[in-house]
């Protein structure tokens, strides 16, 4: 079965800090990867992704992640972090030519970035 | 603009009541998801639709109905059977593509709470 782990539920940096939200999957074949982002009551935004290639990715409001496959994660992370980035953060993974099926989430990080 | 609109944004539901959640989307995706959101809990799937007049259950069908009459409507019943509906509800839709790397599209959201 595909599955998406988060292992940190709640994640505190400094603002003006890097930050690192983890992720690390179990999906067949090659996976697509996914960062959303929820802000209170809100829907989920979609930050970046990696499909294929260069395993650095970028996303909006400067966020990245890394695709590394020998360690099956793909952590997200931000050079310089803002109170405006303290949010709840999922990953979600979707296996090679699974078409639509739906995404496998994690559970969620909850980013709190303090000034 | 294109995007997902989910009505209505608060519900509150009575003992014993079935209610009924809107999404509407614009895209012209084919596949559309109910997600139920419980703190710490993540996201999980209640039911899913890849084409019209077809859906399937998804971890936790029990207690909801859905429909896909149309391409654009995938409306969600929280029937008198779901003993426990107080949770955000949300909904999600994607192309339909062989690969699978489009993201989600989300909805904004409802709040369901019983009274």
């Known amino acids: 079965a595909q599955s998406v782990a988060q292992p940190e539920d709640q994640v505190n940096v400094a603002e003006g800090n890097p930050l690192t939200v983890k992720c690390t999957y179990s999906?067949?074949?090659?996976?697509?990867l996914f960062w959303y982002v929820q802000y209170p009551n809100r829907g989920l935004q979609f930050l970046l992704k990696y499909i294929t290639g260069d395993n650095l990715v970028k996303g909006s409001y400067g966020f990245e992640a890394e695709f590394n496959k020998s360690q099956t994660s793909f952590h997200l992370k931000k050079p310089s972090a803002l109170v405006s980035d303290s949010a709840l953060y999922f990953c979600a993974g979707r296996a090679l030519n699974s078409g639509n099926t739906p995404l496998v989430f994690g559970k969620g990080t909850r980013l709190s970035v303090i000034a | 603009d294109g995007g997902i609109t989910q009505s209505p944004k608060y519900l509150f539901r009575k003992e014993g009541q079935n209610v009924t959640l809107s999404c509407e989307q614009n895209l012209n995706h084919d596949a559309m998801y109910w997600y139920r959101q419980d703190p710490g809990q993540g996201l999980r799937l209640i039911y899913y639709s890849q084409i019209v007049n077809d859906f399937q259950k998804g971890d936790i069908a029990e207690g909801y109905s859905v429909s896909r009459e149309k391409k654009e409507s995938f409306p969600l019943t929280v029937t008198s059977a779901q003993k426990n509906p107080t949770a955000f509800y949300l909904c999600?839709?994607?192309?339909?593509?062989?690969?699978?790397?489009?993201?989600?599209?989300f909805g904004s959201g409802t709040r369901v709470t019983v009274v």
């Open positions: 999906v067949s074949g090659n996976p697509y």
């Open positions: 999600a839709s994607t192309p339909l593509t062989g690969p699978g790397h489009y993201g989600d599209t």
